[in-house]
């Protein structure tokens, strides 16, 4: 495994290490919780690493929805006061959206430096 590919899946840990502490440890305000933000960064942090680590944009989207929906059900399952919300799923994947557009930018820029190097 590549150290790229190595860093990409320690995030994915961390991400579902993150969203396995006990719901009554997140603070919540009135419209926009602290955990919402949470998941998007954690989603837009996973899109971006494993973007890096040279997977292809598609297969990134399929398992990060596919992870986004695992957290929620694995939220439901553990007894410390978290629970499925689909709005977390729907920050994940906007989260996700978010960091597949910005690796891609990324890319472009470098490929276009690289050229203008060259």
């Known amino acids: 495994m590549t150290a790229r590919r190595s860093l990409a899946a320690l995030w994915t840990l961390a991400v579902l290490v993150a ?3 006990p719901g009554d440890a997140l603070r919540s ?3 926009l919780t602290p955990d919402k933000l ?3 960064l954690a ?3 996973f899109a971006l690493v494993w973007r890096w680590a040279g997977v292809r944009p598609l297969a990134v989207l399929v398992s990060g929805i596919a992870f986004a929906v695992f957290i929620e059900v694995w939220q ?3 007894p410390i006061g978290r629970f499925a919300d689909p709005y977390d799923t729907l920050a994940d994947i906007v989260g996700l959206l978010f960091g597949l557009w910005t690796a891609r930018v990324a ?3 470098w490929d276009e ?3 203008r190097t060259a």
């Open 19 to 21: 969203c396995s502490i």
């Open 29 to 31: 305000f009135a419209i």
């Open 113 to 115: 430096r690289q050229q």
């Open 107 to 109: 890319q472009k820029a």
């Open 38 to 40: 949470y998941h998007a």
């Open 76 to 78: 439901a399952t553990l």
């Open 43 to 45: 989603f837009i942090g």
